[in-house]
Every structure is written in structure tokens, then in C-alpha cells.
């Protein structure tokens, strides 16, 4: 296993850096992180699936002692962070850890990106295809005092990027609960086309400003309560949101944001903070949007 410093940029490893998972090379263990075709047909309908194991209980215990670390804006990789806010909302009373670009910084963060249950699911739910990396995300509400996360959807703010071949994998370090703020959905909002986005700590209902009569009609949240190391996956246009921390436990989760390989960029400037920018129409690529799975380069073993 190749050995990578912890300070470096991983940004420049396209693979595994260490013991964190194992890459399958054969039919048989690639088969054990297939989703089923209920799970697929469940996603297809509802725009989302959840409850799906992605991490032991030791894996859950390294990436927290990973989070804690950088966490700190004095952690020396903190200006590897594409964003980082210790507090996303304006209200101290509130607080939404918010931050992208974890996986350039710690082993752990870096290596989620390969873990083979993920890969296998994110291509399943883009139609079979190859997933290339976006971007990823912290997300944590203390205890007693967490914030929102307001109604949106994921596109909204992604619109730089076309077409709409996005998927999102929301993963839980704690146990996400109603009490502590877990992840809502509104199924079948993936259907209502992109709407105007609101602020994403600010005001909770702020979207409700950008929808119709019927679609307030239809806006009937569920509640996705995982236990930790589980995930839930979601269209891009699936409305949801998170509401505040009022309970006595964390809530800490990542996000892993992809797209299906041949997505282009859709804008003269800036993609992700202090990245080289990709030209308008063309792919998106290179060191900071590595191929994560490709079932064509992995024929044999599938």
C-alpha cells in the first residue's frame, strides 16, 4: 500500500492510500455492493434511497478522529479546503459546520471516494455508467445548538456543470435522528424541475417563496433517520432539508457529490475555489474530478 504524507495535497492520488478499504478484483466481490433492483426501482420512482451500509464501525471511529483534526482552522491542511465555514449560519445560537474539499486533506476523507460499496451503488443509480468525483462536503450540528440546513436542491447550486447527470450520497458518522436533525426528503420533487435556490443556513422555508400552489400542496417531508456508517442517495433535484439540533447528540455526516463520466463545464469561471478552471463545453477532468469507477475498465471482473 502506497504511504502518503497527511499534509500533502491527495488530491494527486487517484486511488486507495491505504487500509481503509480494498479495491475488488473479481466477479464475487464486486457482487456483495450491488444495490438491489428493488433499491434501484425504489430510487427511480421516489428520487432517493437510504438506509444503504457503506462503513464499520471502525472506519466511522478513524474518520472522526480525522474531522476533529481538521475541524480546527488551525489544522495545517485547512487551506487545502475548497470552503470552510465553522459556522455556515449567522446565528452563533445556530451552528452548521460546513466545509468542502476534506478528501485533499486526510487519508481517511480521501479514501471514502473508493470505497467500493459507494462506487458500485453511485454507478448503478446513474444507469450503469462511469462516476467521476465532484465534490465533497462536511456537514455537523453540535449538541443543543445545531443549525438548519434550508429546503433546496443540489443542482440549484451546481448549474456550472451540465447536463443534469448528478447523484449525491449523504452518510451519517453519527446516528441521524429526528431529534438531532436528520435529512428530509420530499419525494417525487425531483420531478418539479430546478427551482430558484434559497440560503442554505438561513431561513428553513425560505424555498417556499419559489414554489406553486400545487407544489405546496405536494410538499409532504419524510424523515430519513439512518444509523451511522449507513447512507442515503439522492437526485439532484430532490428537495430536502435538515432542521436544527436541539438534542443532547452530535450530528456529524459527509457528502460525496458525483456526476456520470462526460459531464462539461457550463461556466467561464470558476468551478471550485483556487482550482484550474475548465473551458465552457468541456470535460469535466483532470486532478481535481478524478474517474472513480468505470464498470467498462472493470468488464472482467463484473
Not at 487545502?80 to 476523507?109: C, K, M
Not at 445545531?146 to 452518510?171: E, F, I, K, M, N
Not at 418539479?192 to 406553486?212: H, I, R
Request: hydrophobic share 40%; with cysteine.
Amino acid at each position: 500500500m502506497q504511504t502518503v504524507a497527511i499534509n500533502g495535497d491527495l488530491s494527486r492520488f487517484h486511488q486507495l492510500v491505504s487500509d481503509m478499504f480494498r479495491w475488488p478484483n473479481s466477479k464475487a466481490e464486486w457482487e456483495q455492493y450491488r444495490l438491489s433492483k428493488e433499491q434501484v426501482e425504489f430510487y427511480r420512482e421516489y428520487g432517493y434511497v437510504s438506509n444503504i451500509k457503506l462503513l464499520e464501525e471502525w472506519q466511522i471511529e478513524r474518520l472522526l478522529s480525522e474531522l476533529a483534526a481538521i475541524a480546527d482552522p488551525a489544522h495545517p491542511g485547512n487551506a487545502l479546503f475548497y470552503q470552510f465555514a465553522s459556522n455556515e449560519s449567522a446565528d452563533p445560537n445556530a451552528v452548521l459546520f460546513h466545509a468542502l474539499g476534506a478528501w485533499r486533506i486526510t487519508q481517511g476523507f480521501h479514501d471514502i471516494l473508493w470505497n467500493p460499496a459507494f462506487v458500485m451503488a453511485a454507478s448503478q443509480l446513474l444507469g450503469d455508467r462511469a462516476v467521476r468525483f465532484w465534490h465533497d462536503q462536511l456537514f455537523c450540528k453540535p449538541a443543543l445548538h445545531g443549525g438548519v440546513v434550508a429546503w433546496h436542491q443540489d443542482y440549484s447550486y451546481w448549474t456550472r456543470t451540465v447536463p443534469l447527470q448528478h447523484l449525491t450520497c449523504w452518510v451519517g458518522l453519527d446516528d441521524a435522528t429526528t431529534e438531532n436533525g436528520c435529512l428530509y426528503y420530499v419525494p417525487y420533487s425531483q420531478h418539479w424541475g430546478l427551482l430558484d435556490k434559497p440560503e442554505l443556513a438561513g431561513d428553513m422555508e425560505g424555498l417556499m417563496d419559489y414554489l406553486t400552489d400545487e407544489q405546496k400542496t405536494q410538499f409532504k417531508p419524510i424523515p430519513i433517520e439512518l444509523k451511522k456508517g449507513h447512507a442515503s442517495f439522492h437526485h439532484p433535484l430532490m428537495v430536502h432539508g435538515s432542521y436544527a439540533n436541539k438534542s443532547g447528540h452530535a450530528r456529524r455526516a459527509f457528502v460525496l457529490n458525483v456526476f456520470a463520466d462526460g459531464t462539461e463545464s457550463n461556466s467561464a469561471g470558476e468551478l471550485l475555489p483556487n482550482t484550474p478552471n475548465i473551458e465552457k463545453g468541456q470535460k469535466m477532468e483532470g486532478q481535481f474530478y478524478p474517474l472513480l469507477f468505470d464498470p467498462a475498465m472493470t468488464a472482467t471482473a463484473l
